[in-house]
């Protein structure tokens, strides 16, 4: 199998605002070729994007006072799925769908014991297994197939939801 592994980087804000306060969000983000100092501009930019969009109430963050305490951007290792909101995603297109569920299902495997770590009180977690949060993608039987839709071509990726 030819698959390949990408840059995956970590991106996170803390923030204090009007109603709430300690809030904060973080996702991965997987990249074709390696970002280099790109990556603390698209972090940036993440950021800002964040700030003016309007929520479901149409009320947008930064009309809401924020005082960001904290914007993050962490290299975290080269993987062959990244992963997004209930799904995984990966830019090894060109293998096929077989190809592309035994990858998947060798990554699973392979996060499994950082995800059972995970599920442990911190104070029971092994500091030398790390954590990793497969969003349910450990139960098999959550996967909804490889998913070819226009959006995902647009993006070059095949995403699996789970
Ligand atoms: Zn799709």
Not at 101 to 119: G, H, I, M, T
């Amino acid at each position: 199998m030819k698959e390949r592994k990408y840059p995956i980087y970590q991106i996170g804000a803390k923030w204090d605002q009007d109603n709430f306060k300690g809030n904060g969000t973080s996702y991965s983000r997987m990249y074709r070729d390696d970002p280099g100092d790109m990556a603390y501009i698209d972090a940036v930019n993440w950021w800002v994007n964040m700030l003016i969009t309007p929520k479901r109430d149409g009320v947008s963050l930064i009309e809401r006072h924020p005082k960001l305490i904290s914007l993050h951007c962490e290299f975290v290792g080269y993987e062959a799925w990244c992963l997004g909101w209930f799904s995984h995603y990966t830019y090894n297109t060109h293998l096929t769908d077989e190809e592309l569920l035994a990858s998947f299902d060798q990554f699973v495997w392979e996060k499994s014991p950082l995800q059972r770590n995970l599920d442990l009180p911190s104070e029971y977690r092994d500091p030398n297994i790390g954590t990793y949060c497969l969003m349910g993608a450990d139960d098999r039987w959550r996967w909804k197939g490889l998913c070819h839709c226009e959006h995902c071509k647009a993006q070059g990726v095949t995403r699996i939801d789970h």
